[in-house]
């Protein structure tokens, strides 16, 4: 069994399980656009990387590890496409399937600190963390930076919002902070004042700090 069947196999169950909590061989079937089949899935219990009892499938432990792989790379890689090379969304899934079972983990680290390590793929789902998240490296400069940490009186451009917390999102999207649009900091104490086109507002630091913006004002 090829690598890229695999890896596809068990992004499938990862997508189950995330969005179900649960996966078994018939919900396979149904998102299988590929025609892998209940062979690939007994092939994949053969080689250690998943479990299926009752017809219900459970990842193992190095199951686990390469789905989380391999679904954290298309993710970070939606994230580049759109939010660096500017790509469509239709042209942005294609590529994030291509990116994921070529690039080599270091480089997935790299591109990771690179966009400030990002909690949620354009389409607003999550994005598995790796170590260089629990470790906030830094050490590829940044493209990105929290608007807590824009300078004062100087606009720059919001390349994404990264919070796992719909209230807080929908607040943003409510005051029509999105990506693409320039922001500018008038004030950071006793709270962070933002100034927009048409619009002024008093944020405390935590949401502040979800708003990422382009270094470079882009």
């Not at 995330?18 to 590929?34: I, L, P, Q, T, W």
């Not at 608007?147 to 919001?158: D, H, Q």
């Not at 104490?189 to 004002?217: H, R």
Request: charged share 30%.
């Amino acid at each position: 069994m090829k690598r890229q069947d695999i890896d596809e196999c068990l992004e499938i169950v990862w997508h189950l399980l995330e969005s179900h909590g649960k996966a078994n061989v018939d919900s396979f079937k149904r998102h299988d656009e590929d025609d892998f089949g209940l062979e690939a899935l007994n092939k994949l219990e053969k080689i250690s990387l998943l479990r299926i009892t009752d017809g219900n499938i459970e990842l193992t432990d190095d199951g686990q590890a390469k789905a989380k792989q391999v679904v954290r790379c298309h993710r970070l890689a939606e994230r580049l496409l759109s939010d660096v090379l500017g790509m469509k969304p239709d042209e942005v899934e294609k590529g994030a399937c291509e990116f994921e079972h070529i690039l080599a983990p270091e480089l997935v680290e790299s591109i990771c600190t690179l966009l400030g390590h990002p909690k949620l793929c354009p389409h607003g789902t999550s994005i598995p963390s790796g170590d260089c998240c629990q470790k906030k490296e830094d050490s590829v400069t940044s493209a990105v930076i929290p608007l807590t940490k824009a300078k004062v009186g100087v606009s720059y451009k919001v390349a994404y919002i990264n919070t796992g917390i719909n209230s807080r999102l929908e607040k943003l999207l409510n005051f029509q902070i999105t990506p693409g649009v320039k922001l500018k900091i008038s004030q950071k104490y006793p709270s962070y004042v933002i100034q927009g086109k048409n619009m002024q507002l008093a944020m405390d630091q935590d949401i502040t700090e979800d708003i990422f913006v382009w270094k470079n004002g882009h």
